[in-house]
């Protein structure tokens, strides 16, 4: 039984709707949604659940991550079998078939009609950059590593003009061959932490993201840290609402980790 | 141009000795030591210097790790052709070849007669251990999880016998069909660190080391932090001096790091 079966049989009833908090290492899964014939990490964790709970199961994410980003408090939610249904013993099991490249952190019981997308206030992304002459080799799995020296000052007048209510398409990939949809987000916190020892972390609080919206956004603020562009730049950038406005490289995918879901 | 070629040409002279330390992630690799076939560290150091060099390169460091150890202050050293030689250009160019999985944190001249082996006064190991109910992916590469809850204060205790001189032979791997060596080393210092959120770090540093050593001291401290083996037990164990007294599993070789080497 996988999400791409033509009728999945239903789950036997009565159900319970269940909540889950799941990390992961997104190197070698394309991204978390299922997608038939590739390793997802939502592919995987269904397979795992079916395996688990013995009957099909649909899950729903709080963010859909891209090919190679992590997380450390993905959510899910789906629906159960309240018969056989034993958080504990859920937990467990899976832990035993996916980790340590997925690990399911909590399950519990959710109150009804909790949907871990829908029902999100926000979420928490972080991005680490290695800002030394030499690279890590155990940072190199979670954080981009930039050899020339980034003045943080700049990078922190950058965040000030994204918080607030703004429309972001200057920062966003938009899909192709649909209705363009909207592009507005409400940020509401964003800034960078000196970790020490050269390890930058940016955080973005927002009430959702568009595709691509955060690389984008870390893209254009290291090329600020670099002197290619300025910060008094962003707030121009973000008002043309035109893709081609910003024209900063991509932040590589490994930096990048969907830390927090808040409900 | 390699180690095992019979007869490598000399480097021409005159020569610098050059003293290089070097970081790197073991996993893929069987080791430190050079062997005929596999892939290792050195073996993959030497490679990459001679095609730097244009000159055959044979390379000293100061502690042969086991395959999938890893290292972030390795030690190295070797003879260069002096008319050559820029310490920069060659770190540089064997960031270039190597990195992110071997990188080279420094290079530079060293003193005539340096020698990154006989030299060193001591060696550093840091081990780390992931104590919590579920794992974590993002330490799934260095540290060990174990999901017992550790007793910290017994394994701090069970430190204390090993300071000082010792015979280690019930805590080493005793090579095969040779000459028994000595077992005896000089512990300067042990001891768990608590760096918060379930991580501790296990730090010796000793004069040197007999073969799998830390691994088989964690092993045995672990067996102490879970219960099933008492810290007063440590003491006998080294008196013993046999490999069969320890009887603890050896710890996983992912876990282990060559921290620093001093001179």
């Not at 399950?107 to 991005?127: M, W």
């Not at 932490?193 to 390890?199: R, S």
């Amino acid at each position: 039984m996988t999400l791409f079966d033509p009728e999945p049989p239903p789950v036997p009833t009565p159900t319970v709707r269940v909540r889950m908090t799941v990390a992961y290492d997104g190197r070698g899964y394309h991204g978390f949604a299922a997608q038939a014939g590739v390793k997802t990490v939502g592919g995987t964790l269904t397979t795992s659940l079916e395996r688990v709970l013995r009957h099909p199961v649909a899950i729903t994410c709080a963010g859909r991550t891209d090919a190679g980003v992590h997380a450390w408090g993905q959510v899910v939610s789906f629906d159960a079998a309240a018969d056989r249904f034993d958080p504990d013993a859920v937990q467990r099991s899976l832990n035993t078939l996916l980790a340590p490249a997925v690990v399911v952190r909590d399950v519990e019981e959710a109150p009804e009609g909790f949907d871990a997308r829908r029902s999100a206030r926000s979420r928490v992304y972080r991005y680490m950059v290695v800002n030394r002459p030499v690279p890590d080799p155990f940072l190199a799995a979670t954080a981009w590593w930039v050899a020339d020296p980034l003045d943080r000052r700049a990078m922190a007048l950058g965040c000030d003009p994204l918080i607030g209510e703004h429309d972001f398409t200057s920062f966003c990939r938009i899909p192709k061959g649909e209705q363009v949809p909207s592009m507005v987000r409400r940020v509401i916190d964003a800034g960078w932490c000196d970790v020490g020892e050269g390890v930058l972390r940016f955080e973005i609080e927002a009430s959702a993201f568009c595709h691509q919206m955060v690389r984008s956004l870390v893209g254009m603020l290291v090329e600020v840290g670099s002197g290619r562009r300025r910060a008094g730049e962003l707030a121009g950038v973000l008002r043309a609402r035109r893709r081609a406005a910003a024209g900063a490289p991509l932040a590589p995918p490994h930096g990048l980790c969907l830390w927090e879901v808040r409900y």
